[in-house]
């Protein structure tokens, strides 16, 4: 069937707001446009050229049912960069973007970063955007799906970066040697509990192994934290991205290794990330984090 590209958009919006969809008019905006093969620009210039439903229809069935934007687009934007994206990794989200802004602040000479890595890598979304603000730098991004090794490593390849990046498939920091200027890591930190009360498009459609935190959201990092000692250059960060209520244990766990630990905050205000930098006393666990 044949509508107006109008006519298209008006109806893709109301199946989508009849669906709960937060955004329907964007969404269905961003999913005509993909069908047809334009940007958003392109397709608004004229609403009246003629919009194929048969091609239409069925991603906006595929939207109504929670299935997420980005994996019937394929992809995400993070960092003003364009990510290819799979039900094997997480899809990007912009509180994410908190992590680099930290690295950026912490590092503002930004040829003085040779290496980074980044555990738990996913798309690549945070080991590829720190490379391109960090051009000295060579990066290793590590995760225990194959499939997001390689897709991963396509993204780095769309981006112009695969002679500056490695993926390794490996629990943690398991394959690694070597210490690093910059960690980087965005684990798995929700509780078990919670895993089934998330929103449909997370629960049903991105991979429970990196959601699923454990009974109590924490147990990367415990696995992760202490791999740290060996990992950080003396002179070096890292850079982890923590759950709501979440910053203040996990940077108890830190200063328990020995680091100096400060917090950051999302655009929202949540403490977002937790900044690790060598030279702190060991301190017990249960003590207050410092926060920035």
């Known amino acids: 069937m044949i509508r107006s590209r109008a006519d298209a958009l008006r109806r893709g919006a109301l199946l989508l707001k009849a669906a709960a969809i937060e955004r329907p008019r964007l969404e269905a905006r961003l999913l005509l446009a993909h069908a047809l093969g334009l940007t958003s620009e392109e397709l608004l210039r004229d609403t009246r050229a003629p919009a194929d439903m048969t091609l239409y229809e069925p991603l906006l069935t595929r ?43 912490l590092f ?19 080991l590829l955007a720190a490379l391109m603000e960090f051009p000295a730098a060579f990066g290793v991004g590590v995760d225990v799906a194959p499939d997001a090794a390689r897709l991963a490593a ?71 934290i202490p791999a740290f000692t060996e990992l950080l250059a003396p002179s070096g960060a890292a850079i982890l991205e923590v ?26 205000g949540i403490p977002r990330a937790v900044v690790l930098r060598q030279g702190g006393a060991k301190k017990p666990f249960g003590t207050t984090a410092r926060g920035s």
């Open 63 to 105: 939207r109504a049912a929670r299935e997420p934007l980005a994996l019937i687009t394929g992809r995400q934007e993070f960092w003003s960069l364009p990510f290819a994206v799979s039900p094997a990794t997480l899809i990007p989200r912009a509180d994410t973007e908190t992590l680099l802004e930290a690295a950026l602040e």
């Open 108 to 126: 503002p000479e930004r040829n003085w970063v040779a290496s980074i890595l980044d555990l738990g890598t996913g798309t690549g979304c945070l």
């Open 154 to 224: 396509r993204n780095a390849a769309d981006l112009g970066l695969s002679a500056r990046a490695a993926f390794l498939v490996g629990d943690w920091a398991a394959p690694l040697g070597g210490r690093f200027e910059l960690i980087l890591s965005n684990p798995p930190y929700i509780e078990t509990s919670a895993i089934p009360t998330l929103m449909p498009e997370v629960r049903q459609h991105e991979p429970a192994g990196a959601l699923d935190g454990g009974p109590d959201g924490l147990d990367a990092y415990r696995r992760i």
């Open 243 to 268: 759950g709501q209520g979440q910053a203040a244990p996990v940077a108890n766990m830190a200063e328990h290794c020995g680091f100096m630990a400060t917090t950051r905050a999302d655009l929202a």
